[in-house]
């Protein structure tokens, strides 16, 4: 996949869906009907329809593409039988459907990161240390497992909040881990790329030595613009150098799509407003 390859027309990008296949229908039809769209991940779970949002962003295979969020990566593992299903997962229609393997071959040959025209995307966010070409060869390291023979077995290793920094000098499977933690966990980190799980409300609440890993002085991703979610407590941020785009849809807040235009005075936002799937006080 060529970096920095030039776009034809402009995407748009899409926050996370959650399996909010009603949402998404209603936000296509809002969109200029060829544009291309960039899907930022957890294209399932929690929502009412996890087959139909997961079958939909599939047939719309090459005009659209994703990067894999940590929902995505959960319902991997759960169908390779490694990962227990959580008491609010919304899998079975995709589990039990008869589509079900040619859908999660696709889902796990997706990428975990994709940088296009000076945007980098991502689920979650990138650690400072990281420039945004090492985040793309970072995450082709682990689309490599993802896509090799031994996918299942690579999956029943890769979970845990122990793998929350990186330095150099990792490898294997703690390496791998530190890479999937970040671009589809990451909220709050240190200065020094210390990364805490335990945090999901937003601005204002990081703990005591953290931040949002965006504020982060010096970061080496901040000379391109990240395209992002995972974080609905945030909701939509949009600056020149960063356009977080969840905004909780499956909580019953809005789901949201940002023109990737160079000139960020051009970066229109379309939004539609989300029926409540999920209680976020539960």
Known sequence: MPLNRPLTDTPFAIGDLQGCAPSLGSLLGALPPDAPLRLIGDLVNRGPASLATLRTIHAMAP????????????????????RKKGKSDTLD??????????????????????????????????????????VIDLAREVEDQLQGPNWQGFLADIF??????????????????????????????????????KTKEGLGKAPDGFMPWFDVPGRRTGDV??????????????????????????????????????????????QVDCPQYCDPLA
């Open 160 to 197: 845990g909040n122990a793998a929350d920094r990186w330095h150099n000098g990792l490898r294997g499977i703690e390496r791998h881990r530190v890479v999937i933690n970040a671009l589809t966990r990451l909220r709050y980190c240190t200065v020094d790329g210390v990364m805490d799980f």
């Open 63 to 82: 005009r659209a593409e994703t990067v894999l969020g940590n929902h995505d990566i959960h319902l991997l593992a759960v169908a390779a039988g490694v």
């Open 225 to 270: 613009t990240v395209v992002c979610g995972h974080w609905s407590t945030l909701g939509l941020v949009m600056r020149p150098n960063l356009m977080a785009l969840d905004t909780g849809c499956v909580w019953g807040g809005k789901l949201t799509a940002a023109r990737l235009a160079q000139d960020p005075a051009e970066r229109a936002v379309v």
């Open 93 to 134: 229609d995709i589990l039990t459907a008869p589509d079900c393997e040619d859908l999660l071959t696709w889902l796990r040959h997706r990428p975990l990161a994709l940088l296009e025209n000076n945007f980098l995307l991502v689920h979650a966010g990138a650690l400072p240390q990281w420039t945004a070409t090492q």
